[in-house]
């Protein structure tokens, strides 16, 4: 070997020929750029090695190839161009490449009622996938929302009406006294449970979009919810909140139906895969529903 030359062991045979379904990197630092922003992100970025009698992949022409995703806003397109360059550079190694990107967009939301506004995070996957000249693109989305129990609210109602009727038996009842017992804590004797909760979107995109759509997913996603976590928050916002929370009641069952209708009336998603969590405060557990649509086909 001459002393300049640089030992390359990724070129070497194997010692044992064995092909790997996927050899890459994980957690790689890129800045991207969606939606007018410049968003910290990571990306596992890898290639299947079906040559069994190469000894590795040469990573560096996958991390260079990223580059381009910190150049150019993210989109299907891109996406594709940067996958077909992990197969260029790995020819009779490779035939299937994939990308994930990890990031939190970042979206400006009005309060429901003042003049407010502020930034809601919104974690997000996109993975794309080659191979055989097929392109694939899945989201994931994570969106926070509030839920309040139907059967806690019935119940709540229940023990109101009860109190009323303590309170007031044999009174003979004037406007006043029923305003003022309606503002008074006996008036709301008992409040339902309400929580946080999570819906996790998987989708799988068309293969001819042009851009990823993320903001009208999650803006349709949050419209069929409708009650998504606030951001800045006036007490006129917290009322409004509890008014649409009370219009709004819901089980973990029927927060996946809406996503379902929602999800399927939504351009440019051909299959998808919902959990919604709801992170019970009457329990320390959570109740949790799944659905699915051309999932298992797709
Ligand atoms: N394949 C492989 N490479 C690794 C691994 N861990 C670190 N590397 C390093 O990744 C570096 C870049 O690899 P290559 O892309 O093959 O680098 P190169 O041979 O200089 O580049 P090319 O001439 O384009 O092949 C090398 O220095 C490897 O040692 C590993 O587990 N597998």
Redesign the pocket.
């Known amino acids: 070997m001459n002393a300049l030359t640089?030992p390359?062991?990724?070129?070497q045979a194997a010692r044992q020929a064995l092909p790997l379904e996927w050899?890459g990197m994980c957690g790689i630092a890129l800045p991207v750029l969606f939606d007018g922003q410049r968003l910290v992100a990571t990306a596992d970025a890898g290639v299947s090695l079906d040559d069994g009698e190469a000894?590795?992949?040469?990573?560096?022409?996958l991390?260079l190839a990223l580059e381009q995703l910190a150049q150019e806003t993210l989109s299907p397109p891109v996406l594709q161009r940067v996958l077909q360059r992990f197969l260029d550079?790995h020819r009779g190694l490779s035939s299937s490449a994939s990308i994930k990107i990890h990031t939190d967009l970042l979206l400006k939301r009005p309060a429901l009622i003042s003049p407010l506004a502020g930034w809601k995070s919104y974690p997000v996957t996109i993975e794309a996938r080659l191979k055989n000249a097929m392109f694939h693109v899945e989201l994931k989305i994570d969106l926070p929302y509030s839920s309040t129990c139907p059967c806690s609210a019935a119940l709540a109602r229940q023990l109101i009406q009860q109190q009323f009727i303590t309170d007031f038996a044999n009174t003979s009842l004037q406007h006043a006294d029923v305003l003022a017992w309606l503002g008074s804590t006996n008036g709301i004797v008992a409040t339902p449970h309400s929580q946080r909760s999570s819906a996790q979107l998987r989708l799988r995109l068309d293969d001819y979009l042009d851009e990823l759509p993320l903001v009208a997913i999650i803006n349709d996603a949050e419209a069929a919810l409708g009650t998504a976590v606030q951001t800045a928050v006036k007490r006129a916002d917290e009322q409004a909140f509890a008014l649409a929370n009370g219009q709004n009641l819901m089980f973990c069952e029927d927060a996946a139906r809406r996503l379902n209708q929602a999800l399927k009336r939504a351009p440019g998603i051909n299959a998808f895969h919902i959990r919604v969590v709801h992170a019970e405060s009457l329990h320390a557990h959570d109740a949790v529903a799944d659905s699915r649509w051309n999932w298992e086909a797709a």
């Open positions: 640089l390359d062991i990724a070129a050899v000894r590795g992949i040469h990573m560096s022409r991390y550079s």
